[in-house]
């Protein structure tokens, strides 16, 4: 039976707020340039995000790409610790007695 301590320890887990951002990380190159080997340019980084049903690609500079990459982690860690403290809620709320 799980307890509300554990709980509370995952509650103090979970990343701050301000630094979790939704989406995912996609590089994307510039094909077919004879000028450079390869053909292409790139990597470059772009933040994929669902919005309303529809996926919105947004330009990342260079410079933010780690920060970015680590708070979409922190969201990934958030989500799944959240789902875990869902399912203690509500083992907990039907073992107490009525």
């Avoid at 509650?11 to 994307?28: K, N, W």
């Avoid at 004879?34 to 996926?55: A, I």
């Avoid at 500079?61 to 922190?74: E, L, S, T």
Wanted: aromatic content about 10%; hydrophobic content about 30%; charged content about 25%.
């Amino acid at each position: 039976m799980p307890n509300p301590n554990q709980r509370r320890k995952l509650i103090t887990t979970l990343p701050v707020m301000t630094d979790i951002i939704r989406g995912s990380l996609v590089p994307y190159y510039h094909e077919g340039c004879d000028c450079h080997p390869k053909g292409r340019y790139g990597p470059y980084w772009r933040l994929s995000v669902n919005e309303g049903g529809r996926t919105r690609m947004r330009h990342v500079p260079p410079h933010k790409v780690r920060a970015i990459r680590q708070a979409v982690k922190n969201y990934q860690r958030w989500w799944k610790t959240c789902l875990h403290i869902f399912e203690l809620n509500s083992q907990l709320a039907l073992s107490k007695e009525v």
